[in-house]
Nanobody
Framework: DVQVAQSGGGAAQAGGSLRLSCVAS???????MGWFRQAPGKQREGVAA?????????RYADSVKGRFTITKDEGTNTLYLDINTLRPEDTAMYYC???????????????????WGQGTQVTVSS
């Protein structure tokens, strides 16, 4: 089985930066991984994803391009999301997700993922 544990996040002011971390343990060799968020009253949104083959192929939602960066440390199987130039509209619960297996094309669709972290809150004040 796979366990996904998140850390990071918190409160910050607009224009600042935050880093989210996610460790996937268990049968996670070669996993597609991604970050999602859900704000109150809104649907879950895929914001960033990365391929499973260490090629570094990434995909971002248009709303975060140029501000969010997804990276993966293969040695520790840790996924990161660096959020820069924070905006109040980035306020949401953020989730890490994993899907064991090979994926060359990262996906921002939540239904493509099997295992989810517990969520971490990001709150941005203006």
């Amino acid at each position: 089985d796979v366990q996904v544990a998140q850390s990071g996040g918190g409160a910050a002011q607009a224009g600042g930066s935050l880093r989210l971390s996610c460790v996937a343990s268990g049968s996670t060799l070669r996993s597609c991984m991604g970050w999602f968020r859900q704000a109150p009253g809104k649907q879950r949104e895929g914001v960033a994803a990365i391929d499973s083959e260490s090629v570094g192929r990434t995909r971002y939602a248009d709303s975060v391009k140029g501000r969010f960066t997804i990276t993966k440390d293969e040695g520790t199987n840790t996924l990161y999301l660096d959020i820069n130039t924070l905006r109040p509209e980035d306020t949401a619960m953020y989730y890490c997700a994993a899907k064991p297996g090979i994926c060359w094309i990262p996906s921002l669709r939540g239904t493509d993922y099997e295992y989810w972290g517990q969520g971490t809150q990001v709150t941005v004040s203006s």
